[in-house]
């Protein structure tokens, strides 16, 4: 058995991939999970996976948001950017794509040829084009995140570049009497425009979205009608950074 660790910004995801190749996917919130599972050693706060009920003798690989501020002991540990390429290239069957990975507080994107990353761009400085920022826009228009991700037409017109600022013009413009579904449509637009120039960089006729964000249906509508590409989405998108974890830790993707 093969077990995957990805340590996110906001939920901490597990994998646990068995000899059948079946999935055991499992989430915590990510502080929690750090307060149940880490402990102090030699000096180093650290997780400690023994506490973890996992299969005995498994090979495990982390990655993550705190892959290196928090270590994992007896895991091996590799980048975000590989891990969610190896889930996405396991997943899907495909080689040669573009991956787009919006998480929780990140963005990412990698140009896959031949299964493996030939450049990739990431924006970790501002959380404008990331989960955190749909989720403060959910709570500003009073409406669940998949309310919010059912609208993308009739966009209205959200220029702030700031996660802080954005929330700050979506209020303006409900006080101008702007409709719940435009102002989500705009959000979602914003959202796009954030990440529109990393995937106009690393172009390709397919693009592989993970991510929690993937989960959003507008904005999957919007990156097709804007690039031209298909969108493909793995299954449990979110998921995709802790099964290329257990691709790594069992050296599934063999050259």
């Known amino acids: 058995m093969f077990v995957g660790l990805d340590l996110g910004s906001r939920s901490t995801k597990i994998a646990v991939m068995k000899e059948d190749r079946s999935l055991d996917l499992q989430k915590y919130d990510t502080m929690k999970f750090y307060r149940e599972y880490g402990k102090i050693e030699n000096g180093r706060f650290m997780i400690n996976i023994n ?3 996992l299969p005995a003798g498994a090979a495990v ?4 948001y705190g892959r290196q501020a928090v270590p994992v002991q007896g895991a091996g540990i590799i980048p975000e950017i590989k891990a969610h390429v190896l889930g996405a290239v396991y997943q899907t069957g495909l080689t040669e794509f573009t991956l787009l990975d919006l998480g929780g507080q ?4 990698a ?8 450049d990739f761009l990431t924006n970790d400085k501002c959380a404008a084009s990331t ?6 826009m959910a709570a500003a228009l009073s409406i669940s995140l998949e309310e919010l991700s059912r609208y993308c037409r009739n966009p209205a017109e959200l220029t702030s570049t700031c996660a802080v600022f954005g929330e700050s013009e979506l209020i303006g413009k409900i006080a101008e009497g702007y409709s719940v579904s435009d102002l989500a449509a705009g959000v979602n637009h914003s959202i796009f425009r954030r990440i529109m120039p990393m995937l106009a960089k690393l172009r390709s006729k397919t693009i592989i979205f993970t991510g929690g964000v993937a989960y959003n249906e507008a904005l999957r ?7 031209g590409a298909s969108v493909i989405v793995p299954e449990n998108p979110d998921y995709a950074g802790a099964v290329g974890c257990c691709v790594d830790a069992g050296n599934l993707l063999k050259p």
């Open 51 to 53: 506490n973890l009920a």
């Open 61 to 64: 690989t982390a990655t993550g």
């Open 106 to 109: 990140d963005s990412k994107v």
């Open 111 to 118: 140009l896959v040829r031949k299964g493996r990353i030939a």
């Open 131 to 136: 989960g955190r920022y749909l989720e403060n």
């Open 221 to 227: 509508q919007i990156i097709r009608e804007e690039t």
